[in-house]
């Protein structure tokens, strides 16, 4: 066991506290907001009952796991010998730098400086660091206690071992790293999310697609294989002899498909009043808290029956 530290306390610190803390490390919350690790922690205590009873705390009590949870006064006490410091301030380059810059002064030597950022490249906000060799960004999906995927991203100057040792550090409490091999806009999973939005959009601009028969496309069509595997292993298992026997049979057709996937559509312009009309219809305004708890409940059964699947029948 050893101790993480939490710098800046709101939506993903506090959701990243309860995945270091089910990992069975000690972890200390630290914010400029004196009252946001107190408040934190609190919400953390209110999740874990439900995460108790889909047996997603790895066999720990909710009380004892609420019990690694500390809140810290200053920052310096935050850091005092942690091994990996994990910041969740807001999404704004200035922010970042400035933060880093206190985090690398102050974080003991060894320790590793992950950002939580969503789309700031580590380069622009690490380079003037004396260690920024040991910076890099560990972007997570929400929430990241039922998200396992979380995307390692270095900058150039990154030292590759302090790479392998937030890959094993992730690995071991659960947590399934993407390894990029340098950084680029959108990392991953947001260039894949981007590329099918822009499909998205597109179809419904047109005319040629619901926004209700999209939505099906994807939540009863294509997710349900990928959320146990994903496209390489798709294409794998759809063709009977493998992947390059898939790549000689369809390549012709999503080539063809190409050229009319070159031209954006502006989410912004008049198809998002169609789309918000009709997600409207189907959701009230008022209802959009209710309906992301019940997102949040599908993604723990999700995740409890995933967990039990890779054990029962194998990953
Ligand atoms: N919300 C998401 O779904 C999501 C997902 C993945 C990554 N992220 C990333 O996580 C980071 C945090 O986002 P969030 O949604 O938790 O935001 P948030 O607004 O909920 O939390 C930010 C916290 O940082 C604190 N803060 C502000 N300035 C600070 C400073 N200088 N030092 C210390 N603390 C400071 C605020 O008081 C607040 O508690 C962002 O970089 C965001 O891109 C968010």
Redesign the pocket.
């Known amino acids: 066991m050893s101790k993480v530290a939490i710098?800046?306390?709101?939506?993903?610190?506090r959701a990243w506290a309860i995945s270091f803390a089910r990992g069975g490390h000690d972890v200390v919350l630290?914010?400029?907001?004196p009252q946001?690790p107190e408040k934190a922690i609190a919400y953390v205590r209110g999740l874990l009952p439900d995460l108790e009873a889909n047996d997603l705390l790895n066999g720990a009590a909710a009380d004892a796991l609420a019990a690694r949870l500390q809140p810290a006064r200053t920052l310096e006490e935050a850091l005092d010998g942690a091994v990996h410091v994990q910041e969740?301030?807001?999404?704004d380059v200035g922010?970042k730098r400035?933060?880093f810059a206190r985090l690398d002064a102050a974080a003991p030597p060894g320790a590793v400086l992950a950002?939580?950022?969503?789309?700031l490249l580590p380069s622009a906000f690490t380079e003037l660091l004396p260690g920024r060799a040991r910076c890099l960004v560990v972007?997570?999906?929400?929430p990241p206690y039922l998200v396992p995927a979380a995307e390692v991203v270095p900058a150039p100057w990154t030292d590759p071992a302090v790479v392998e040792q937030v890959a094993s550090f992730l690995r071991a409490i659960g947590h399934t790293p993407i390894l990029m091999k340098r950084e680029i806009d959108g990392f991953v999973m947001n260039r894949l999310q981007g590329a099918l939005l822009e499909e998205a959009f597109r179809l419904v601009a047109d005319g040629y697609a619901s926004i209700e028969d999209v939505d099906v496309g994807i939540r009863d069509g294509l997710a349900l294989r990928w959320s146990f595997m994903g496209p390489f292993e798709t294409i794998d298992l759809n063709a009977p002899g493998g992947v390059r026997d898939y790549v000689e049979r369809y390549q012709g057709l999503y080539a063809g498909l190409f050229p009319s996937m070159q031209r954006r559509v502006d989410w912004a312009g008049p198809v998002i009043d169609e789309i918000e009309a009709d997600r409207r219809r189907r959701l009230a305004a008022d209802k959009l808290g209710e309906r992301q708890a019940w997102r949040d409940r599908r993604l723990m059964a999700l995740a409890a029956h995933k967990r039990k699947a890779d054990t029962d029948i194998g990953r």
């Open positions: 710098i800046g306390s709101g939506f993903i610190g630290w914010d400029e907001d946001a969740n301030t807001p999404e922010i400035k933060v950002s939580s950022t969503s789309a972007h997570p999906i929400n």
